[in-house]
């Protein structure tokens, strides 16, 4: 139990479909992170919010849509997927973007695959 | 754009065996985390170090960051079974990318009994 929540665990989805991923942290931290986990390569920072701001877009396609209605949640709204896009999605917390030596604390992922 | 190498990419050992693992960069980092990832579940954190040159011990796992802050060692003795998994290192960015993790792409250890 890492304090960090997703759902679905497992996403199965057509190209024409939209659906949202959840996150929920129970640490009482102020920074989330959206990462997606491909095969053969390394994690990737998508998205990072610190204090409900969006500070980071790492060149992610719009067809991806965060969303951070508080501290404690955040979304990943998905649209119009293609293949390439499945993967695990990971989503981190930790007390507050910016800082050195704090750890992230993962949750253990949405599986997505597109059809 | 930072970079990290990790080698190897995989490892298959028997139980009791050493190994170590190497992560790499032209980029100099504030600190280096070391996370641990088993299948079904999200990376969780080993270590992080800070100072170039520090050495941290994890009962058998050893940690060891470079003088220049550009590259870590992780030193596995006498692996045993339940040190399976996929092993991450991340640098943490400096400067403006202040907090920003850079992973390296990761290395699958399998300890035979």
């Known amino acids: 139990e890492t304090g960090v929540t997703q759902t679905p665990r497992h996403l199965v989805m057509g190209m024409t479909n939209k659906k949202s991923l959840k996150c929920e942290q129970h640490?009482?931290?102020?920074?989330m992170y959206w990462y997606k986990q491909s095969a053969k390569k390394p994690l990737e920072l998508m998205f990072v919010?610190?204090?409900?701001?969006?500070?980071e877009n790492n060149s992610v396609p719009s067809r991806f849509s965060p969303e951070c209605p508080n501290s404690s949640h955040l979304f990943l709204h998905l649209h119009t997927l293609q293949p390439e896009d499945s993967a695990l999605y990971l989503c981190?917390?930790?007390?507050?973007?910016?800082?050195?030596?704090?750890?992230?604390?993962f949750g253990d992922g949405t599986r997505l695959s597109i059809l | 754009t930072q970079l990290l190498e990790q080698s190897p990419q995989f490892l298959s050992i028997q139980e009791g065996e050493n190994l170590t693992v190497y992560c790499n960069s032209s980029s100099v980092f504030s600190s280096l985390q070391w996370y641990r990832q088993e299948p079904g579940e999200g990376p969780v954190l080993l270590v992080t170090v800070v100072t170039g040159g520090e050495v941290k011990k994890l009962k058998r796992l050893t940690f060891q960051f470079g003088d220049a802050r550009k590259d870590s060692s992780l030193h596995i003795t006498a692996a045993q079974p339940g040190d399976t998994g996929l092993y991450l290192c991340a640098g943490v960015a400096g400067g403006t990318s202040y907090g920003k993790l850079t992973f390296g792409q990761g290395t699958i250890l399998t300890v035979h009994p």
């Open positions: 640490l009482g931290h102020n920074a």
């Open positions: 919010y610190n204090f409900k701001e969006q500070t």
């Open positions: 981190a917390s930790s007390q507050w973007a910016g800082a050195s030596n704090q750890p992230q604390h």
